[in-house]
């Protein structure tokens, strides 16, 4: 079965930096989008990034000159750096994975892990970022 999980998460002081990674399994189509999403207790879900296989890549505005989304495709593997990281990003981060023609991972969903209907998504990393 289709499986992401998820690793990397931590606590780290503000201006700190992580390294999340999303390793995916039992794919039957190529022509894939991954992402990561946030959500916190309280807060909406929240698409963060986004990348094809072909590498163009998308960013939510928050998170432009901070984060820095990356795949190795040998190993069915999507990363997300996060620099500078701020005590408002805390929050459980989500892989997730949809065909690129589904437009899945063009928004957000009100919550994360749902929508399950045509997507993946993985059982979430905790970020926590202290002041």
């Known amino acids: 079965e289709v499986q992401l999980v998820e690793s990397g998460g931590g606590s780290v002081q503000a201006g700190g930096s992580l390294r999340l990674s999303c390793t995916a399994s039992?794919?039957?189509?190529?022509?894939?989008?991954m992402g990561w999403y946030r959500q916190a207790p309280g807060n909406e879900c929240e698409l963060v990034s986004r990348i094809s296989r072909g590498g163009t890549t998308y960013y939510a505005d928050s998170v432009k000159g901070r984060f820095s989304i990356s795949q190795d495709n040998a190993k069915n593997t999507v990363y997300l750096q996060m620099n500078s990281l701020k005590p408002e990003e805390t929050a459980v981060y989500y892989c997730s994975a949809a065909a690129r023609a589904s437009g899945l991972l063009s928004f957000a969903p009100l919550y994360c892990r749902t929508l399950t209907d045509a997507r993946f998504w993985g059982r979430g990393t905790q970020v926590t970022v202290s002041s």
């Open positions: 039992g794919f039957t189509f190529d022509d894939v989008l």
